[in-house]
């Protein structure tokens, strides 16, 4: 099993082998995710509820703010049982999340949990009424004040219908990206969502800047990491662990590095993600990559669950779920410290029992 | 599969269970492997190269500088691969390359290159044209301001025709050490190994001190790393990652010590190498290290291809090759930190196809 590239050169992760990472969780709620079938990351009617179980998941190995852990409709198990799989099989050296407006705050002790006094932001359709330059600007300031002494940073997100959020920021941010966004679903829901992001593009004003855009289309989770992101400045290596929707927080990078001007060191970042979005027919995650002003290194996991006959889990070889929770840079963190497919796939099983 | 104790106690080594270490991998050319027939340690014609190619295989998996990984004439792989094999299972937390006068440098990114200004060494033959004393302070610098946050450092390297040059050394600083030293081959060329020993022996004047004859019969990484033990002063446990080569380093810092007078402490200093060098017939890694006037630990790591049925490893146990980038005192890393014969050698047979 191996780490493939899918931009830049294979150099910077190999460097990350055998070296300690802190995992930060950045978790928020739009209401977006409530349009009933836009998203399968969840349970109906509960799908607030995803990344706070997540994150309850990833830390504890429990889900506190509901008896199961959360499946979507098909029976997919969250990519947090990825993650979590990772951590028993080789732990991270720290675990914190980010509160970036979330409905129910996750029930767990101990962990970081880092608070923003950011509210869940509203459907795009109508308006998300994000304050687009506070968020951005909380991002900023975390990043410029993060430390940790761990060799190295995982970022990343549970945000139920983020994949939604994230296709209309990109094209609100003019980016010629249709269809090239990835979704929870095998079979993208077209016309729920299209509509969703259609509705949404037409309340953006040709006179609206920037912030004013995000504002109205985004998600906080979006424009918090693009702060973070330039706050951290490249003084750690720094992973975003997922698929598209990282890849649009690195296209709201580029938008503002656009704008504002300015030199910016990607040295030291890389997106990593799944092979399931990688191999995505219905999205193009390199193009996304393809589209930065920047050089960007980005890799993918050469994880399935083609040892295992665990039904729900073969569902993500069907296309069925993708990416969430880390899941991808979390599968390269895991290979980078010589964990095998067969030891990760009994373990995520385990959990299912 | 178990550590043997060579010479010395078996606690140090106990004691590094499950640590952390930095892997340093310290290259040099001689010219001296330009004789024909000396070495079998890369491609004729392109010897010079292994080093180079090595480092990049041991850093990235990829040989950059070349499109085939180093081979020998009789198809013996370079022991870059176990090395490689060993930081895939359970990865050295921190790899930096020493540049003590390679004609390539290796092309990596990220990986610290430490560089010196040391050119190639000559043909010991023709004199080898060291500045001793310059490279002795340099290693002895490097040693001195040397830190690591890992528990211990892995000190290993790759000389071509290093076999012939630690022979010589020896024999010309008065070791009563004739037949003691290894070679890459099974059956040693000795002829033309003995040809060039004598040659280069020939040009030692009987007025010559010791950073005389060194910089005559030496090679840059001997003296090199002679100092470095002396510079890091047992601050951190140091493991020697080689064979008879590693020793002629010992024998230097013996000869320096015995001039220069002054106590060191050797309890935190090891010398690991492969049961191909232990049961060499050919070269008597004990005895060499029996001629050292200080306590010394050293081991070696009971690993062979027997669980392998492919030719080219099958190569190692009739004895071509034996030692070489660190690949016993890797063998010893992993199994301090619990990988199995079986695990190792899957692992490196992956890399044959």
């Known amino acids: 099993m191996l780490i493939n590239t899918i931009t830049g050169k294979k150099d910077l992760i190999e460097y990350l082998r055998g070296k300690s990472a802190s995992f930060l969780l950045s978790l928020s709620n739009t209401k977006t995710a409530n349009i009933e079938g836009i998203t399968q990351a969840g349970i109906p009617g509960l799908i607030y509820l995803t990344p706070t179980l997540d994150s309850e998941f990833v830390c504890t190995g429990e889900v506190r703010s509901l008896e199961n852990i959360a499946e979507t409709p098909k029976g997919v198990p969250t990519p947090a049982l990825i993650t979590r799989a990772i951590h028993l099989l080789k732990p991270y050296s720290n675990i914190e999340v980010l509160n970036l ?14 608070d923003f006094d950011i509210n869940p932001s509203n459907q795009i359709d109508l308006g998300a009424q994000i304050d ?13 004040n993060y430390e940790t002494k761990d060799d190295y940073i995982i970022l990343a997100e549970s945000v139920p219908s983020g994949t939604t959020t994230a296709a209309a920021t990109a094209l609100a941010l003019g980016y010629d990206c249709k269809d090239l966004f990835s979704s929870s679903f095998k ?10 992001i259609n509705k949404a593009l037409e309340n953006i004003d040709s006179k609206d800047e920037l912030f004013d855009i995000l504002g109205k289309i ?19 290596p720094l992973i975003l ?58 890799y993918y996991a050469d994880f399935d669950f083609s040892l295992s006959s665990h039904p729900a889990l073969k569902l993500y070889d069907e296309g069925e779920a993708k990416e969430g929770v880390g899941a991808g840079g979390c599968l390269v963190y895991g290979l980078l410290n010589g964990l095998s497919k067969q030891q ?6 385990s959990f299912l029992g």
């Open 101 to 114: 407006g979330l409905e129910i705050k996750p029930k767990v002790d101990y962990f970081k949990l880092n």
């Open 132 to 144: 687009a330059m506070g968020v951005f600007q909380k991002g900023l300031e975390f990043g410029k």
């Open 187 to 196: 079979t993208v829901p077209n016309s729920i969502r299209t509509q969703t």
């Open 218 to 236: 985004s998600d906080n989770m979006l424009i918090f990491n693009a702060g973070f992101i330039l706050g951290l400045n490249n003084k750690k």
């Open 241 to 298: 662990a997922g698929g598209t929707q990282m890849a649009c927080v690195l296209l709201i990078v580029n938008k503002i590095l656009e704008i504002m001007g300015g030199e910016f060191d990607t040295s030291r970042l890389a997106l990593c993600t799944t092979k399931w979005v990688y191999e995505d027919k219905n999205s193009d995650i390199k193009a996304l990559l393809e589209m930065l002003d920047f050089e960007i290194n980005s």
């Open 344 to 349: 990760i796939t009994n373990q995520v099983e």
